[in-house]
């Protein structure tokens, strides 16, 4: 029987298999039918398949999605509508929000709470929460944080007081996914610059925009059906960077995207598709009666 190997140390996203394990362990090991399940879990696992004599190892694989917000400021209130310990229910854009004033500061809250989507713009604020008329769960007025009674809260609005009013701060959705549809092109341009001008990186990555470099001090996106060692390749470093960058910027894309109302996301070019449903009209369908 040979001895059995060394375990490597792994990079977060990383999944190693080391031939020559022992054979004894339990079948229903999910590395045996399953060896993906064990790259995308939360903590560092080992198991063992005793069919194919293996061992795999997977370290947590991080997801990162940099954030791109675009917002507008909306004019909600006077300096003078609200006195210490006042709610109202104000309009920013076609957001219905509650404005709140409490120990001296402005706080701006989805008007639905999040238990049975009750107006909290006709509760109240006792005792430093702001109270939900129907079933009385207590939210802080500031950030919506609720109390120990509730686990979930109403979101919350960036709020600033200026000589002229209150205004509270909306992401715009639209104007978000145009900022990262940018970043997205951008990164692109570079990682599609960087892949040409290196020797080898075109041939070595095949379809760079599927490919990650492994071996370096960036940890591949999950995911990612072909990894290349970085030894293969000069400036390595440089092209790993460039090729998470492109990743990341189109998670981000795709995420703003999908945030935006369905009726209102902007129209998208697709690629035919290979086989075309069918017309309504020539569906079957089940009558009864």
């Known amino acids: 029987m040979p001895s059995p190997l060394p375990a490597p140390r792994l990079q977060s996203g990383s999944c190693v298999v080391i031939a020559g394990a022992s054979s004894s362990a339990p079948s229903s090991s999910l ?54 310990g006042d709610i109202k229910t104000v309009l920013a854009g076609r957001n219905v929000l509650v404005l709140t004033l409490h120990e001296g500061r402005y706080g701006a809250l989805d008007n639905r709470c999040p238990h049975e989507n009750a107006p909290l713009g006709e509760g109240y604020i006792d005792r430093g929460w702001l109270v939900c008329p129907l079933h009385q769960y207590e939210f802080d007025p500031h950030d919506g944080h609720p109390s120990p009674t509730y686990e979930e809260g109403p979101p919350s609005y960036p709020v600033e007081a200026r000589d002229d009013g209150v205004y509270v701060a909306i992401e715009d959705l639209a104007a978000s996914y145009e900022e990262a549809r940018r970043g997205f092109f951008a990164a692109t341009k570079t990682a599609d610059a960087l892949v040409n001008a290196t020797e080898g990186a075109r041939t070595a990555l095949v379809d760079w925009r599927r490919a990650a470099v492994v071996g ?74």
């Open 31 to 84: 590395a045996c039918r399953y060896p993906r399940v064990l790259s995308r879990r939360q903590s560092k696992s080992i198991a063992i398949c005793p069919s194919a004599s293996f061992v795999i190892l997977a370290a947590p694989v991080p997801r990162y999605h940099p954030a791109v917000v675009q917002v507008d400021w909306h004019r909600v209130a006077a300096l003078d509508d609200l006195e210490e």
């Open 216 to 289: 370096t001090d960036v940890e591949p996106p999950q995911g990612m059906p072909r990894t290349v060692e970085a030894a293969n390749l000069p400036n390595a470093l440089a092209i790993a960077r460039a090729l998470r960058a492109w990743h990341d910027s189109h998670e981000a894309m795709r995420v703003a995207f999908n945030r935006i109302p369905r009726e209102e996301r902007p129209g998208v070019a697709r690629p035919p598709q290979k086989y075309p449903a069918p017309a309504p009209s020539s569906v079957p369908r089940m009558t009864f009666g």
